[in-house]
């Protein structure tokens, strides 16, 4: 996926190792406490490597932060657009800061751990392990970049629009909803060309990152199940924001 050259597109994947996504909601900002990092016994930890990386044309550092840069400036001219419409001004979210090693980019005082990306209210920034994230874009395929950026966008407007709920799973199946819709509406509008084989990697991609079938829904942190979280970013693909509660 991109806004200009296209890509090979990936087959299936068997066996997906990349750890769970976890969307930190830092303290203020009308969003829940922190949320942390899930247990190791609770998530795959293995980030797919050589062995594991689909070999194609879409491998490199440069390319994924290409992806990245692209995704952050659609993101932005899409709510950009949206809150216009409705006669809101729109303020873009701070900043982008991937790092490197837990504990280089705190979110109020609590440092960010390894295999993560997050959306820190009380700073409004988005940071993401680079490592994790170029290994989850070698094995997923770079729409899963645009997913993962649309999803940490969608909590920045969240907070921009006042929603909080009681349960984390309920803000972050709205979050996956909210980053169909850009993504939907935007390859709509003729923004975005999908390729062969991004709808897959979308489902894929979204199926990953969900909650292992033990996790209670209620616990704080679900994120929701493979299942609930296709569901949710189909829904808001397919129907754009109407479909995402956003009142």
């Given at each position: 996926m991109g806004t200009r050259s296209r890509r090979a597109s990936r087959g299936p994947v068997a066996a997906l190792l990349i750890a769970a996504l976890v969307s930190l909601a830092?303290?203020?900002?009308?969003?829940?406490?922190?949320?942390?990092?899930?247990?190791?016994?609770?998530?795959?930890?293995?980030?797919?490597?050589?062995?594991?990386?689909?070999?194609?044309?879409?491998?490199?550092?440069?390319?994924?932060?290409?992806?990245?840069?692209?995704?952050?400036?659609i993101a932005e001219r899409y709510w950009a657009a949206q809150f216009k419409e409705s006669g809101q001004r729109f303020q873009p979210i701070r900043r982008i800061t991937p790092y490197q090693r837990a504990g280089e980019v705190s979110c109020g005082g609590q440092a960010l751990p390894r295999n993560n990306a997050v959306y820190c209210s009380q700073g409004d920034f988005i940071a993401y392990d680079v490592a994790w994230s170029v290994a989850a874009f070698r094995q997923v395929g770079d729409a899963f970049v645009f997913y993962l950026l649309g999803h940490e966008y969608a909590h920045g407007i969240q907070v921009r629009l006042g929603i909080n709920y009681s349960f984390t799973i309920q803000q972050e199946l709205q979050?996956?909803?909210?980053?169909?819709?850009?993504?939907?509406?935007?390859?709509?509008?003729?923004?975005?060309?999908?390729?062969?084989?991004?709808?897959?990697?979308?489902?894929?991609?979204?199926?990953?990152?969900?909650?292992?079938?033990?996790?209670?829904?209620?616990?704080?942190?679900?994120?929701?199940?493979?299942?609930?979280?296709?569901?949710?970013?189909?829904?808001?693909?397919?129907?754009s924001l109407e479909a995402c509660d956003l009142g």
């Open positions: 830092c303290a203020g900002g009308g969003l829940a406490e922190p949320e942390g990092e899930r247990p190791a016994s609770e998530r795959s930890q293995a980030s797919p490597g050589a062995s594991t990386t689909r070999a194609d044309s879409t491998t490199s550092v440069a390319e994924f932060e290409q992806d990245v840069a692209d995704a952050q400036e979050a996956d909803c909210m980053a169909g819709a850009y993504l939907g509406d935007s390859v709509r509008a003729g923004v975005l060309t999908l390729a062969e084989g991004d709808l897959d990697e979308f489902r894929e991609g979204v199926a990953a990152v969900g909650d292992d079938p033990d996790q209670p829904w209620f616990a704080e942190g679900s994120h929701g199940t493979a299942e609930q979280r296709t569901d949710s970013f189909f829904r808001g693909y397919e129907r």
